[in-house]
């Protein structure tokens, strides 16, 4: 089993990390409602796919 011989230092950990960010959240018109609002999410007036689901 491979052991590192040193500490990976934070810079270098931190060099590692800065390609994993985040990607943009999916945001898209709903021409139900005439909002925008998150893919797969609930709006905010409690309408999903056109149906009221929630109060």
Request: proline share 4%; charged share 35%.
């Amino acid at each position: 089993m491979a052991v590192p011989a040193r500490k990976t230092s934070k810079a270098k950990k931190k060099m590692r990390r800065a390609h994993q960010n985040h990607a943009k959240p999916e945001i898209s018109f709903d021409e139900s409602i005439g909002e925008y609002r998150h893919s797969h999410r609930v709006s905010l007036n409690g309408y999903y796919k056109g149906k009221k689901v929630a109060k």
